[in-house]
């Protein structure tokens, strides 16, 4: 399995990032993919999660309203919408694949995107 990310950057707070989070070479039908985020000095977080048909997905009560996640199957790409950026939101963010769905331990992980939210 092969998961990499992209589409990290600098954004002024308020303002919007797409992620994206190139995933293949599945061998289970019932993986999930998920995104966690790391800030300085602070425990990694998971952030959003979206199972293998994409019909379930789960947030952080943290980015509820804010953040969407998706996936283009095609592709073989989930996507993280990240809107009304706050500083807090700051963190390297890392995408992350697990055979056996959403809320249970992730097997595959990219190397992490950095994501700053500054004025």
């Known amino acids: 399995v092969h998961v990499a990310e992209s589409g990290g950057g600098l954004v002024q707070p308020g303002g919007s990032l797409r992620l994206s989070c190139a995933a293949s070479?599945?061998?289970?039908?019932?993986?999930?993919i998920g995104w966690f985020r790391q800030a300085p000095g602070k425990e990694r977080e998971g952030v959003s999660c979206?199972?293998?048909?994409?019909?379930?997905?789960y947030y952080a009560d943290s980015v509820k309203g804010r953040f969407t996640i998706s996936r283009d199957n095609a592709k073989s790409t989930v996507y993280l919408q990240m809107n009304s950026l706050k500083p807090e939101d700051t963190a390297i963010y890392y995408c992350?694949?697990?055979?056996?769905?959403?809320?249970?331990?992730?097997?595959?992980w990219g190397v992490g995107t950095l994501v700053t939210v500054s004025s």
């Open positions: 992350a694949a697990g055979d056996l769905g959403c809320g249970y331990v992730m097997d595959y």
């Open positions: 070479g599945f061998t289970s039908d019932y993986y999930g």
């Open positions: 979206i199972n293998s048909s994409g019909r379930i997905t």
